[in-house]
């Protein structure tokens, strides 16, 4: 189990630091999201997939959207001006566009009834989120 999280969460975030490296700090929520996004992927019950599926929709939204989900924890606490990714990160209407689809894919995410499914979601998100970072 601790290989297969291991294995998963570098083949996340070694991309990630690439893209990090250059997105810079503004990009710092977009950034958590994927990495909870990885973990989601490499979840082995399905309420931890969807635990993290919570967290990346708490760092692309702002505290007062009903899509916040204040029973559960919020990475992105403090990060950007509090706004979310959305309205913290996204600087062109294309990656507005990708955010927006990324929240919708990890709200799937948290309704995934199999594990399967829910990976199926995180792994969609994953490619969602690194286009936002570009």
Request: some cysteine; aromatic content about 4%.
């Amino acid at each position: 189990m601790f290989a297969k999280l291991f294995c998963v969460t570098l083949l996340v975030l070694l991309p990630l630091s690439t893209i990090a490296a250059t997105a810079g700090p503004q990009h710092i929520q977009t950034t958590t999201a994927s990495i909870h996004t990885g973990m989601a992927m490499a979840a082995d019950t399905l309420p931890i997939a969807k635990s993290h599926f919570h967290h990346v929709i708490n760092c692309l939204v702002d505290r007062d959207s009903k899509l916040f989900d204040v029973h559960s924890d919020n990475p992105c606490d403090g990060m950007g001006r509090d706004g979310g990714a959305l309205r913290d990160e996204a600087q062109t209407e294309a990656q507005k566009k990708e955010l927006q689809h990324a929240l919708n894919i990890a709200q799937r995410g948290a309704r995934a009834t199999t594990l399967e499914m829910a990976h199926v979601y995180a792994e969609w998100l994953a490619e969602i989120l690194q286009r936002a970072l570009v």
